[in-house]
């Protein structure tokens, strides 16, 4: 059997195209799950979207599991370890498990040629049906219509905020990208979504009328960011959810209407607001201190609408003096991203900034124009941190920024800090 680091190493080799594989597609992850004699599961729930699926699958894995059922959870990409993205009742799979499940289905995963993240779905599916779970939920990775969760088939689906993201892979303009996402309304039975912009609501209403099919919106009412988290109420009930933001607020109502609907007379609504208070997505304007008790606040915002949402959520928090006015920054973003744009948006609200890189995606400075930032640049992104921490003054907090893949970095930095 192999050993966890070389599944490791195995692993991270598969490119996501190879070729025998030059495009997306779901035939190959069809006939892999057909060979382990696959059936659509029952209580299998897909979400779907641009920003929030993560928060609302977490939220909605986090609310079954503490009304008394087995949930398995599946959500990418991840932070520190591979492993979080496959979870039940918010453990990871063990490296044990994770290990002893990838021997097996190595062959099948070669006979088929399958990527990474296909790969990862079926050694997921395979573990929850191992684990005989209740309920299994799939964040979608990229797009909908050949995303590799797709190929479960969920009777459930749950739409986050959809807006412009992925343009090279989902289409330049966000019907294009509506369009890529909502295919799955051919298939799901019951769809949920949340309350959407008033430039994608019209698009996806077209796509409701195409597949012929009824989309429930869930919405908070009376969301307010307080010291302890964000306030709303849902279904005459009032929440304090542990995290911040009113986009959050969204993602948890959503969550609660899909845990509802999958619960029915089974929900308990005093449970779920005891989870809600309880609950938080690292990462996700995520407030953690160092050793020697300097605030750094993660923020995986990583395109356009999510960079909005996070910084205005910041600067509510500053003018209700929960978060200090002083705030610099640490950034750095993946090659496909809008690094200049970003750059923008990020020093109107925070001048402070240094910018680092992360491995694999150095191009990505490479294309900001010097000259328009009087920023610093670090390439290491430790060493950017530690350099961030060395400037940082007194009552002044970091914010990481940018990318899942720099919180992390940065998350790791931390946590061997601490030790």
């Known amino acids: 059997m192999m050993n966890y680091t070389e599944v490791l190493e195995h692993l991270?080799?598969?490119?996501?195209?190879?070729?025998?594989?030059?495009?997306?597609?779901?035939?190959?992850?069809?006939?892999?799950?057909?060979?382990?004699?696959?059936?659509?599961?029952?209580?299998?729930?897909?979400?779907?979207?641009?920003?929030?699926k993560g928060t609302t699958s977490f939220l909605l894995s986090q609310i079954l599991s503490e009304q008394g059922y087995r949930v398995g959870l599946f959500t990418s990409p991840h932070l520190v370890?591979?492993?979080?993205?496959?979870?039940?009742?918010?453990?990871?799979?063990?490296?044990?498990?994770?290990?002893?499940?990838?021997?097996?289905?190595?062959?099948?995963?070669?006979?088929?040629?399958?990527?990474?993240?296909?790969?990862?779905?079926?050694?997921?599916?395979?573990?929850?049906?191992?684990?005989?779970?209740?309920?299994?939920?799939?964040?979608?990775?990229?797009?909908?219509?050949?995303?590799?969760v797709s190929a479960i088939q969920s009777s459930v689906l749950a739409i986050t905020a959809i807006d412009i993201d992925h343009k090279e892979y989902l289409g330049e303009t966000l019907e294009e990208i509506?369009?890529?996402?909502?295919?799955?309304?051919?298939?799901?039975?019951?769809?949920?979504?949340?309350?959407?912009?008033?430039?994608?609501?019209p698009l996806i209403t077209a796509q409701e009328e195409k597949y012929q099919k009824k989309i429930t919106y869930l919405k908070p009412t009376a969301s307010k960011i307080r010291a302890e988290g964000t306030t709303f109420s849902w279904n005459n009930q009032n929440f304090t959810l542990a995290m911040f933001g009113h986009h959050y607020a969204q993602n948890a109502c959503l969550a609660l209407g899909v845990a509802h609907h999958c619960l029915k007379e089974n929900f308990h609504p005093q449970k779920a607001l005891q989870t809600i208070a309880q609950s938080s997505w690292p990462g996700r304007l995520d407030i953690r201190t160092t050793f020697s008790g300097q605030k750094i606040i993660f923020s995986c915002a990583h395109n356009e609408a999510s960079l909005t949402a996070d910084l205005a959520t910041i600067k509510e928090m500053q003018r209700k003096k929960i978060l200090s006015p002083a705030v610099r920054a640490l950034f750095a973003c993946t090659r496909h991203r809008p690094a200049t744009s970003f750059l923008k948006k990020l020093q109107a609200e925070v001048p402070q900034i240094i910018t680092t890189l992360i491995p694999g995606h150095e191009k990505c400075y490479e294309a900001i124009?010097?000259?328009?930032?009087?920023?610093?640049?670090?390439?290491?992104?430790?060493?950017?941190f530690a350099k961030s921490l060395e400037l940082m003054k007194e009552g002044e907090m970091l914010l990481v920024i940018g990318s899942i893949y720099l919180c992390g970095i940065i998350w790791e930095c931390l946590e061997e800090e601490n030790r």
Not at 178 to 201: D, H, P
Request: with cysteine; glycine share 6%; proline share 3%.
């Open 369 to 384: 124009p010097q000259e328009s930032f009087q920023i610093d640049f670090e390439r290491d992104a430790g060493k950017a």
């Open 81 to 148: 370890t591979v492993r979080e993205r496959i979870q039940i009742n918010k453990k990871n799979i063990s490296i044990t498990d994770f290990t002893e499940n990838f021997t097996k289905l190595k062959e099948l995963f070669e006979r088929h040629d399958l990527f990474y993240f296909e790969s990862l779905t079926v050694l997921a599916w395979n573990y929850f049906c191992q684990e005989k779970v209740d309920y299994m939920i799939w964040e979608t990775g990229l797009g909908g219509r050949f995303d590799a």
């Open 12 to 52: 991270n080799k598969v490119s996501e195209l190879s070729p025998n594989r030059p495009k997306w597609g779901l035939d190959n992850i069809q006939a892999a799950l057909q060979e382990l004699e696959f059936s659509p599961p029952c209580g299998s729930i897909q979400v779907v979207g641009t920003n929030g």
């Open 178 to 201: 509506v369009g890529e996402k909502l295919c799955l309304l051919e298939n799901a039975k019951y769809i949920f979504s949340a309350e959407q912009s008033s430039t994608a609501q």
